[in-house]
Structures are given as structure tokens and as C-alpha cells.
């Protein structure tokens, strides 16, 4: 009996050892389950991250939602399409925060592999939206305003993003929201 705790804690790090890894990117790990974002039409997609980002260079802050795009990113236009097309269920987001910019990243990750062997390869396309003086969004370098905010985000059958257990992640106000 002396031997079964070092036994149990070989067994715990040869497990450990072969668990699959997490790739990272410079905006941090992409973990699974994932959140969704559930759009008006009921389409949903991953969402790799809500986050609140302040910046050490001055810039305000922003609330940053990072998804993996139907689309590939290399195509900005298509980006720009679906930034339009997203950001009334994100915008309550963003208001909630109470940040002036926030940032919609498209994100084209590809893992192949298995076990403890395996690549991942990520690219990103993202979209600077700021609240202009007279209250609207836009993205950077467009005169044309984003779609207003949804009302009714986050209910459990309408359009929001989700938690992997399906809870809704609702908009908080004044601060950091589900961050992962």
C-alpha cells in the first residue's frame, strides 16, 4: 500500500500528459465547449471569446467578440458584410460595457491531428466599431452608421450569445462580461 499514492500520481501525469492541448493566439486560448452567438435568423456560430480589453498605449477601451467566420477571412468585404449583420445582437454588448469602441474579430482556426499530435492554424480578420458623437456605431474608416441594437437579446429562443451550456450570457453593464 505504500506505493499506490506515487502510483496515482503517475497515473494522474501520464493522463495529464496526453490531454489535447489549447492553441493560443496573441488574443489567448481558444478552449472547447465554446460560447455561441445565435444571429436574428437562428443561424449560430462559435464564439471564441467576449472580451474587455484596455490598452497600455492610451487607446479607449473595447469589448472585443471573436468568432469563427462562415467565411474566409482573407475576403474583407465578406468581413464587413458580417460585422454588419452580427453587431445588432452584439451592440447590447457593447453598450452594456460602456466602452466607445468595440471589436468584432473573424476567425478561420483549423485544427488537424489527434491526441498530443496535432497543428492548429489560426487567421483573423477584425473590425474596429466607435460610437460616434451622435450615439451610433460605425466601423472605422465608414460613414454609414451600424444596424441599431436588438431588444430582445439573450432571451433562451432569441438571438444572443450563449454559454456551452446554453445559458444565455447576458450584457452587463459597466464592465468585463464572460470573459474565457
Known amino acids: 500500500m505504500k506505493h499506490l499514492p506515487c502510483l496515482l500520481v503517475a497515473v494522474f501525469f501520464a493522463a495529464a500528459g496526453c490531454e489535447r492541448a489549447v492553441p493560443v493566439s496573441q488574443f489567448g486560448a481558444y478552449r472547447e465547449p465554446t460560447q455561441s452567438l ?18 497600455a498605449n492610451g487607446s479607449p477601451p473595447a469589448l472585443q467578440l471573436e468568432y469563427e467566420a462562415p467565411f474566409d477571412v482573407a475576403d474583407s468585404a465578406a468581413a464587413r458584410r458580417f460585422a454588419r ?31 498530443t499530435l496535432w497543428v492548429a492554424r489560426m487567421r483573423h480578420y477584425g473590425l474596429v466599431a466607435g460610437r460616434g458623437a451622435d450615439g451610433r456605431w460605425r466601423l472605422d474608416g465608414e460613414a454609414v452608421a451600424l444596424p441599431p441594437a436588438l431588444a430582445d437579446v439573450g432571451g433562451p429562443k432569441g438571438p444572443g450569445i450563449f454559454e456551452p451550456d446554453g445559458a444565455p450570457l447576458p450584457p452587463l453593464v459597466g464592465g468585463p462580461v464572460g470573459q474565457r
Open 85 to 115: 449583420a452580427l453587431w445588432p445582437v452584439f451592440a447590447p454588448y457593447a453598450e452594456a460595457a460602456g466602452t466607445p469602441a468595440a471589436i468584432v474579430t473573424a476567425t478561420n482556426l483549423r485544427r488537424r491531428g489527434e491526441g
Open 38 to 55: 445565435r444571429l436574428a435568423g437562428g443561424d449560430e456560430l462559435p464564439v471564441y471569446r467576449v472580451k474587455h480589453w484596455t490598452f
